[in-house]
């Protein structure tokens, strides 16, 4: 596709449900992010995949929260029993090779906006 | 691990003036530093980067420095327009596989005409 595609736009869950959100990157990026933001935040690190290795998932605040690549193309994070904290925009990144050279550049999708009620 | 701080929280200006946010990091291996434009309800977009070879970058209106001894960025706006409103984040990382883009709390720069 021609950018990084996220769905659903918006989520409202009731509190303990579960959700799933999915991240389709751009066509061929081997590196790919989740970002957890807050209304009126930064960004905020939460896992990140090169191919369909999960390498790093220190930003995931507690188990439940679950991410998987498991063909290293899309990725769904998942978060089990939601809580009203959860209630963010995911942000869902990727870029093209594995390691950021010169002129690599991160590519956002537009987000899933979370609601916990 | 990297702590990156953005000032100020909000900027307001008129339309033509100059508009700099400012960054400082903590991970004195950072050595990537882009600027993310995000309007209300859109996806962050990069604008302009710089990398720790070099101590500024211009692209147009907009302009980026570096000082790496002290740790802090800049990015310049000059001749603002009123599409430039919209919220501001810096980031930081080492630049290296998997390592994840640490970002500032971000700026709501809002260009009055």
């Known amino acids: 596709g021609a950018g990084v595609s996220q769905s659903p736009r918006y989520k409202v869950a009731k509190r303990g449900q579960d959700v799933a959100l999915r991240c389709d990157p751009i066509s061929g990026h081997v590196s790919l992010f989740w970002y957890q933001q807050a209304l009126g935040q930064g960004p905020e690190f939460l896992t990140y995949f090169q191919n369909e290795a999960q390498l790093d998932k220190s930003g995931l605040p507690s188990d439940r929260f679950f991410a998987e690549r498991p063909e290293g193309s899309v990725s769904t994070l998942k978060i089990q029993r939601t809580q009203q904290e959860d209630s963010a925009v995911y942000l869902c990144a990727s870029s093209l090779v594995g390691q950021i050279a010169t002129n690599e550049k991160l590519f956002f999708g537009s987000g899933t906006q979370l609601s916990v009620l | 691990g990297e702590n990156v701080e953005q000032h100020p929280s909000t900027l307001s200006v008129q339309e033509g003036d100059s508009a700099v946010i400012k960054c400082t990091y903590s991970?004195?291996?950072?050595?990537?530093f882009p600027w993310y434009k995000q309007e209300l309800g859109k996806r962050p977009q990069l604008i302009i980067d710089?990398?720790?070879?070099?101590g500024e970058k211009k692209d147009q209106r907009i302009a980026v420095t570096l000082n790496k001894t002290a740790k802090h960025f800049s990015l310049h706006i000059t001749e603002t327009q009123p599409e430039d409103s919209a919220v501001y984040f810096c980031a930081a990382s080492r630049n290296q596989a998997g390592t994840a883009l640490i970002f500032g709390k971000g700026t709501t720069l809002s260009v009055s005409s």
């Open positions: 991970d004195s291996a950072s050595n990537y």
């Open positions: 710089i990398r720790s070879n070099v």
